[in-house]
T-cell receptor, first 118, second 107 residues
Framework: GAVVSQHPSRVICKSGTSVKIECRSL??????MFWYRQFPKKSLMLMAT?????????EQGVEKDKFLINHASLTLSTLTVTSAHPEDSSFYIC??????????????FGDGTRLSIL | RKEVEQDPGPFNVPEGATVAFNCTYS??????FFWYRQDCRKEPKLLMS???SGNEDGRFTAQLNRASQYISLLIRDSKLSDSATYLC????????FGAGTTVTVRA
């Protein structure tokens, strides 16, 4: 079945560091990928929709300069947390659909990245 | 009102029991519905889609009630391995996740 790979799975770094997270669709082309954030015992919160070849669409309240998204190819989207601070510590997870785009198809999730900022 | 609401539980049930829970949504124009399973500190995995006519996958039954705007998940003959958090997902122009319902199946 469709597989989405996310890397790295765990990051621990100092405050002020920028962290890049990669999301790859391994056996299908994803024109659209989604980035989520999840706090402990909370639901996934959609941060942004990543569109191949164009600018990402950010949800209200998500700082686009803080969370840089690049969707350079049909199989790769990256999320960069710039100048990360302890409040950015969270579980970040990407998803993609193999259904030719559109969020009304089942999502395939990456393994997630647990980010800890000291 | 939240877009998607779930009873957080936890539902503690013995092996073999039946457990059911609902998820309500606010947007009557929502188009697609899914149940995902999330194990602790892991990514969500698709459990099943929810169709208008209701659908069954083994011990799992999902139903959609558009009039009352909720979906439900029923688990029959619970197994220890069913212990997880179950997330409902409702799609209009974007995905909206419920906060999850925690189910714990005990021996």
């Amino acid at each position: 079945g469709a597989v989405v790979s996310q890397h790295p799975s765990r990051v621990i770094c100092k405050s002020g560091t920028s962290v890049k997270i990669e999301c790859r669709s391994l056996d299908f082309q994803a024109t659209t990928m989604f980035w989520y954030r999840q706090f402990p015992k909370k639901s996934l919160m959609l941060m942004a929709t990543s569109n191949e070849g164009s600018k990402a669409t950010y949800e209200q309240g998500v700082e686009k300069d803080k969370f840089l998204i690049n969707h350079a190819s049909l199989t790769l989207s990256t999320l960069t947390v710039t100048s990360a601070h302890p409040e950015d510590s969270s579980f970040y997870i990407c998803s993609a659909t193999s259904g030719g785009g559109g969020s009304n198809q089942p999502q395939h999730f990456g393994d997630g990245t647990r980010l800890s900022i000291l | 009102r939240k877009e998607v609401e779930q009873d957080p539980g936890p539902f503690n049930v013995p092996e073999g029991a039946t457990v059911a829970f609902n998820c309500t949504y606010s947007n009557s124009a929502s188009q697609s519905f899914f149940w995902y399973r999330q194990d602790c500190r892991k990514e969500p995995k698709l459990l099943m889609s929810v169709y208008s006519s209701g659908n069954e996958d083994g011990r799992f039954t999902a139903q959609l009630n558009r009039a009352s705007q909720y979906i439900s998940l029923l688990i029959r003959d619970s197994k220890l391995s069913d212990s997880a958090t179950y997330l409902c997902v409702v799609v209009d122009y974007k995905l909206s996740f419920g906060a999850g319902t925690t189910v714990t199946v005990r021996a």
